[in-house]
């Protein structure tokens, strides 16, 4: 039996049948034997492909040689934190908050700091899922919030496959921590990472849903078809589901049973691994929360601001206390999961 044999047997047994997949499409595309089918990774085939346990090594819920990172609080590292929201009307009004994401992506598109982006499809007519993006029709076409596991990664695994340079990632926080396993894997092989990987942006996520199980939710109430979905900020406690000129409300009561088990074993709420981290700004709607990590992240954030293209305020420091304490509580939570988890397999 062939190493890559092992290697998907075991993430077949570890992480698919033991349910905590979190479907960030890092396995998909590695090989023809995984494929992303409408919401989930699926095994098409016994592997076998005789090169390496990258399907292994790039899934964030196995340890495979894990990341050496020094925990610098709940957030991770970052030189500083800001409000910001897009000055762009068509952006604005396609997107979920305040735009930074989609206009951070099409700055560095135009001008020359990324070639092409890989994103989440708006997943209107079938499941989201990763795409390859490098007009600006095709980056707007994905704004807005998924709420489901999408398989993102995927689609990086093929941009790379295609020899694409200078790619964007946008991604939940267990998909970029995905992308740095990636990373150090293209080191390891005399790649440089940054040649191929561009820039890093990261989304806040407390949990994603199984698409699957929302869907034939959503069916059941006589939704067969959603634009898109959203969740206000604490304290509405609700589920919105947009279609046409209309919604609905869900208590999040209702929709918290289809989240994927492999998030409650997710200790990153910010997408630490990343060069800006963006989410919602809880009090002011049309605004995001911005969090500034590396040195090509704050150069990306300024020369915005300074163009007029983003809107950049001072971070409201009582917002700032509540950020803290829901990343510390996602943080902890995970690892009384994680050591329980050892408990029952010791």
């Known amino acids: 039996m062939n190493e890559s044999a092992v290697g998907q047997e075991r993430l077949v047994s570890e992480v698919l049948e033991q349910g905590i997949c979190v479907r960030c499409g890092a396995c998909v595309g590695l090989c023809p034997y995984f494929e992303f089918v409408d919401g989930a990774v699926t095994v098409m085939d016994k592997c076998r492909v005789g090169e390496t346990w990258r399907c292994v090594m790039f899934c964030p819920r196995l340890s495979y040689e894990p990341l050496a990172k020094e925990e610098k609080g709940p957030l991770g590292s970052f030189k500083r934190i800001v409000a910001g929201r897009a000055n762009v009307p068509e952006i604005r009004e396609k997107a979920q908050y305040g735009g930074v994401v989609t206009a951070s992506i099409l700055f560095a598109l135009e ?11 708006s997943g209107k007519k079938k499941a989201p899922q990763g795409v390859i993006a490098g007009q600006r029709d095709a980056v707007i076409s994905c704004a807005g919030s998924r709420y489901t596991g ?4 995927s689609a990086l695994n093929q941009a790379i496959k295609q020899g694409y340079r200078g790619i964007a990632v946008v991604g939940l926080p267990c998909q970029m921590a995905a992308l740095a396993r990636i990373e150090r894997h293209l080191a390891s092989q005399n790649q440089e990472p940054r040649g191929i990987i561009s820039l890093k942006i990261g989304l806040f996520c407390t949990w994603a849903l199984d698409y699957r199980k929302l869907t034939a939710f959503l069916e059941s109430q006589g939704i067969t078809s959603a634009d898109s979905f959203d969740i206000p ?14 919604s609905f409300q869900f208590p999040l009561s209702d929709i918290r049973k289809f989240i994927q088990p492999g998030c409650f074993l997710c200790k990153d709420m910010t997408a630490e691994t990343t060069d800006i981290s963006v989410g919602t700004l809880e009090g002011r ?13 704050e150069e990306l954030i300024d020369k915005m601001a300074s163009q007029g293209i983003l809107q950049v305020e001072e971070y409201p420091g009582e917002v700032l206390a509540h950020l803290i304490d829901a990343a510390s509580n996602k943080r902890k939570k995970a690892q009384e999961r994680l050591e329980n988890r050892e408990e029952l397999h010791s």
């Open 111 to 121: 001008n020359g700091l990324a070639k092409t982006a890989v994103l989440t499809s």
């Open 150 to 153: 999408s398989g993102t990664l």
């Open 233 to 246: 900020p604490p304290p509405s406690e609700v589920f919105v589901v947009k279609v046409g000129a209309g």
């Open 285 to 297: 709607d049309g605004w995001n929360t911005v969090l500034i990590r590396t040195q090509k992240g």
